[in-house]
T-cell receptor, first 115, second 114 residues
Framework: GAVVSQHPSRVICKSGTSVKIECRSL??????MFWYRQFPKQSLMLMATSNEGSKATYEQGVEKDKFLINHASLTLSTLTVTSAHPEDSSFYIC???????????FGPGTRLTVL | AQSVTQPDIHITVSEGASLELRCNYSYGATPYLFWYVQSPGQGLQLLLK??????LVQGIKGFEAEFKRSQSSFNLRKPSVHWSDAAEYFC????????????FGTGTLLAVQP
């Protein structure tokens, strides 16, 4: 149990375009979902926390107008990278959990490359 | 400030040898502690977790970890490493209350020699 999927697994886009990444909890209802960014050979950097039906909470230094997060249902959250630039190229990972003290389960990640 | 430290950036062990990956945390309250493993280009898989109770926790793939409050440590161990264990390992602590998030250590990259 506790499977989280992400789509797409890889995406290549041109600079200036927008890219949407989906994160789904397949076998549980996730009240909270998280979006992380990981640079090569580094740890995970939390970008934002989203609760179903409410606005996401962004970490300091993360541009909320650039990284749009929507948590429309208990099983789906989306991250849209707007007007992507090469510096946005990275590995994006989502995670989901049921309650505040529950385990976070992670998706397989999405590799974004902006040309 | 709350933090998680993994002192070893890179460890190499021989297949069949024992393994211990170190993790120290700084957190005022009783911690919820986790170990995750990440294979190249993949997401994170939960190995084990400690919430309360028995301080020796068993996980998947033959891993275990011991919570030592006096040392603020949660070291990961495996008695006999397999080549498929080569991966990046992350220790994490859950910060409750208003913070409500996991913070991760910087990771330890494990290489396994034949």
């Amino acid at each position: 149990g506790a499977v989280v999927s992400q789509h797409p697994s890889r995406v290549i886009c041109k600079s200036g375009t927008s890219v949407k990444i989906e994160c789904r909890s397949l076998d549980f209802q996730a009240t909270t979902m998280f979006w992380y960014r990981q640079f090569p050979k580094q740890s995970l950097m939390l970008m934002a926390t989203s609760n179903e039906g409410s606005k996401a909470t962004y970490e300091q230094g993360v541009e909320k107008d650039k990284f749009l997060i929507n948590h429309a249902s208990l099983t789906l959250s989306t991250l849209t990278v707007t007007s992507a630039h090469p510096e946005d190229s990275s590995f994006y990972i989502c995670s989901a959990r049921v309650g505040a003290r529950d385990t976070q389960y992670f998706g397989p990640g999405t590799r974004l490359t902006v040309l | 400030a709350q933090s998680v430290t993994q002192p070893d950036i890179h460890i190499t062990v021989s297949e069949g040898a024992s393994l211990e990956l170190r993790c120290n945390y700084s957190y005022g309250a009783t911690p919820y502690l986790f170990w995750y493993v990440q294979s190249p280009g993949q997401g994170l898989q939960l190995l084990l977790k400690y919430f309360s109770g028995d301080t020796l926790v068993q996980g998947i793939k033959g891993f275990e970890a011991e919570f030592k409050r006096s040392q603020s440590s949660f070291n990961l161990r495996k008695p006999s490493v397999h080549w498929s264990d080569a991966a990046e390992y992350f220790c994490a602590v859950y910060l409750g209350g208003a913070t409500n998030k996991l913070i991760f250590g910087t990771g330890t990259l494990l290489a396994v020699q034949p």
